[in-house]
C-alpha cells in the first residue's frame, strides 16, 4: 500500500491571519487522509538589510523547492498586494523553472487562498493571479464548490476561486467561522484529489 500523499500548505503572513488559515487548510489536509506539509518563505525587501536567517525564528520551516517536488498537491496563501500575491511567495515561484522545464508538477493538483484588509481588496484577482504561474507549471486548479455551504453564508471571506479572509489593516479581524470552515473545506479538497490520483497511479 502507498504511503498517504502529502500536501505542500505554502503561504507567506505578515500579520498572522494568512497564517491562521494555512492552519485550517491543513487541518482539512489531514481530514482527508493525506498528510500536511507547512512551509512558509522568508521576506525579502526592497531596501538592502542582508539575507534573512536560515530558520524562522518560529512557525514552520521555509519551503525548499524539494519540497515542491516531493509533495502531491499545494495549497498556497498569500496576503494581497495590489490584487496579487506578497513578493516574497513571488520570489519563490520565480525559482522553480527548473519544475517547469522538467515537467516536474504537471497534473497535480492545486488550491489557493488569501487575506486582505478590506471586503474589496482584492481577494479575487490575488487568487486569479496566483493561480498563473501554477498553470504553467501544468497543475491543476482546486476551486470550491457551491456544495460547500459556508460559500452562501459567508459574510466576509471565500469565493470558488479558494479560501480567503477579511483581516483588517493590521489583521486585527479574527477568522470568521465561516472563513475557517471554507479553508478547511478546501484543504480537505484538495487532499482527496491526491488520493484519488495516487489511487489511479497504483491502479
Known sequence: ??????????YYSRYGATAE???????GVERAGAVAR?????????????????VPADG??????????????LVMGSPTRFGNMAAPLKH??????????????????FGLFTSTATQ???????????????????MLWVGLPYTVPELSTTTSGGSPYGASHVA??????????????????????????ALRLQAGDDA
Open 120 to 138: 474589496h481588496g482584492g481577494q479575487e484577482t490575488t487568487l486569479l493571479t496566483m493561480a498563473m504561474p501554477l498553470i504553467h507549471q501544468g
Open 168 to 193: 483588517g489593516g493590521q489583521g486585527e479581524h479574527p477568522v470568521t467561522r465561516d472563513e475557517q470552515r471554507i479553508a478547511g473545506a478546501l484543504g480537505e479538497r484538495v487532499g482527496r484529489i
Open 38 to 54: 507547512v512551509r512558509t518563505v522568508p521576506p525579502v525587501s526592497t531596501n538592502i538589510t542582508g539575507d534573512a536567517p536560515a
Open 21 to 27: 488559515l494555512a492552519r485550517h487548510v491543513a487541518s
Open 92 to 109: 519563490f515561484l520565480d525559482g522553480t523553472s527548473g519544475l517547469w522545464a522538467s515537467g516536474g508538477l504537471v497534473d497535480r493538483p
Open 60 to 73: 514552520p520551516p521555509y519551503a525548499e523547492t524539494r519540497d515542491l517536488e516531493e509533495c502531491a498537491g
Open 1 to 10: 500500500m502507498s504511503a498517504a500523499p502529502e500536501i505542500l500548505v505554502l
